[in-house]
């Protein structure tokens, strides 16, 4: 008998370090943090953003704005990791805040932070346009103070002696940057108390005035996320294995084992979580469709997996409290964990995607016709500002 017992103590702790091997930060997947809001959960221990939202109350403070006033107002989040004399990144930076000053800010009282690298903080602060560009923020991204602009300790090299790892194509500052996006700028502003954030980048240029505010827009219509115009489909190497991740935690996480999910009953099966739209983008339009795309672009006639429809990551807007839901912070963790946003380029706009139509109905989904937004790098892009380009 004693020994039958202690074959099975063994046995359990055996099965209990395997199943070590797979817990990522159990105390964020706790049960009980199902029952309860995201936000009482500590979730800065999991993004490192106190440093930065400390020194950007600091200078909020000196335009003697609070955490109340925040809540009324947009924080558009920009990255920009060039020197500002660069002659391809800096005239579209410069013409690019011109717009926000000019077209976004007379109706939508906004905070403009722009994040950059500690060697290019002083070449920036001293040009005229950008000190005069009202409501901006210049920040530091500093390695030592917050993980956002470095690769997380948990993911492979891009090669090692023998093999290449990741997917081609795309510098690694692109893919921190969507790195950054994710797991930085959305708590750096629900900490700082903003209720709405704009993504945007800085060649994103709007390009008529917005005659209205958003915020009272997106509140009136019950929008959680929006963008303009703008609608891709991405290849199948750059959301390689992020649909097979959703079906994981749908399986696991949302309550759906053994159950055959379809579009008809995604917002009611296992525990309700899936609200979206997500079977509308899969072929077969079910739990079995939720897989990477089997052709090059999961567009057109012959194809099946998912279709990695994708809103701009250069022009959208989120409700922080809809971001901060459990179901999205639980589902991002786990795509974090597995590095396949830096890996295999999710990014931001693959992985937001995904989001989107896993948990926001189309019904608070909003498509911004009429804005006008122009977008890109090249010189062409950037005439619309020639007149004070000199």
Known sequence: MCGQMLIAYVAMYRLAAVL???????????????????????????????NSVDHAKYLLSRNNLTADDLSKRLAVMLLYSSDVSDPLYGPCLKCSLQRYKDNLLPNNPSDIFLFVKPEHFQNIMERPWVRSTPNLYVMILAEE??????????????????????????????????????????????????????????????????????????????????NYNWIQYEVRGYNMGLPEIAHYWMATRGGMEGLYVTADNASTAGKGFIKGPLFKHCRPADIHGLHTCSEYVCHGEKWLGWDGEMFSGHYQIFKLDHWFSWEIQDFLQLVLQTGGHIEHRWVDISTQAMIRQMFTPDKNIHIFLDHNIGHGHGSETCNECKDWLS
Not at 212 to 223: C, G, S
Request: proline share 4%; with cysteine.
């Open 20 to 50: 070590s091997m797979f817990c990522f930060r159990l105390d964020l997947f706790a049960v009980n943090a199902r029952e309860r809001p995201f936000h009482a959960v500590n979730y800065l221990k999991y993004y490192d953003v106190k």
């Open 145 to 226: 103070s917050d993980k956002s602009w470095k690769i997380p300790e948990w993911i492979r090299p891009e090669r090692d002696d023998t093999k290449y790892h990741w997917s081609a194509g795309f510098s690694l500052e692109y893919r921190l940057m969507g790195h950054w996006r994710l797991a930085f700028s959305f708590p750096f502003a629900r900490e700082l108390g903003y209720k709405y954030l704009m993504q945007s980048d800085t060649d994103t240029y709007i390009l008529e005035k917005i005659q209205y505010n958003l915020i009272d827009f997106m509140t009136e219509k019950d929008i959680w996320v929006s």
